[in-house]
């Protein structure tokens, strides 16, 4: 990593961190359409530079093979859920990461615990988990739509008034729990203005090719804007803790969220920096053993050691 890159990584994303105890009203808070220093014209260069960085993060990650991640992300109907892991994950290798995407619970999820399918899809150690959607949709969704929470079949004496508050203080003590076991958690909201969404809204239905993007259920939920604020700005103000931060990244640019959410994830797996592990003495040995051996099977005229051969080529 350039030297510097850290610091400049952690400067761009502060202003979207959402600081432990403070209370959050979205509207007033938080725009979305800052874009902060940056310009358009840099963008592809700038997304480059963190998937490059996350790779090189993501390989350290698995050889250590001691942290994992989890990384969160929320958003309403066309924030840019799917489009910002495709773009930011671009680089990294598949076998570590693992995507998860949480619909309409099924008959046996309901039959268990409200966080019980999150935690059966849970990164395991040196690998990256997303969530596109997670278990805060516990106080999302499931608080607009009352509906929702008949479904889950709780008892009468645990579903009060203060079930929200509850569910709040559970999470925060499940990701607490997560992180004092060595799995990181950082949460990305996706935040999109009610403009920029009917904008993308209509892109979906003007051109033929994204019809199949568009449901009429997103114009249903849309009715529920100013809800979904409210949800969103208490489950921000809630939530937001010093092992498991919220960070808002304004999305209706979608080049800015992507470039954002990347730098979420790269300084996360910095603030880890993981190591590759070190080869023990004897280790060492048994490599020195082979590398005669294989040297000694060398055709004639080839190189003992193609690899070094070729380095020592191009960098003369």
Known sequence: MAPGTAERIARLIAPLRVKPGSRVDLARDFDP?????LKKKDSAELLAVGVTLLAEYQQRLAAQDTYGVLLCLQALDAGGKDGTIRHVMSGVNPQGVKVSSFKVPSAEELGHDYLWRYAARLPARGDIAIFNRSHYEEVLVVRVHAEVLDRQRLPGDVRTADIWERRYREINAWERYLTDNGFRVVKVFLNLSKEEQRTRFMKRIDLPERNWKFSAADVRERRHWDEYQIAFSEMLSATSTKWAP??????????????CTAAVLAHTLTGIDPQYPTVSDKARKDLLTARRELEAEAPKGAAADPYAARHRSAGG
């Open 33 to 37: 359409r800052y874009k902060g220093p």
């Open 246 to 259: 919220w960070y808002v990244v304004p999305a209706d640019r979608k080049w800015f969220a992507r470039i």
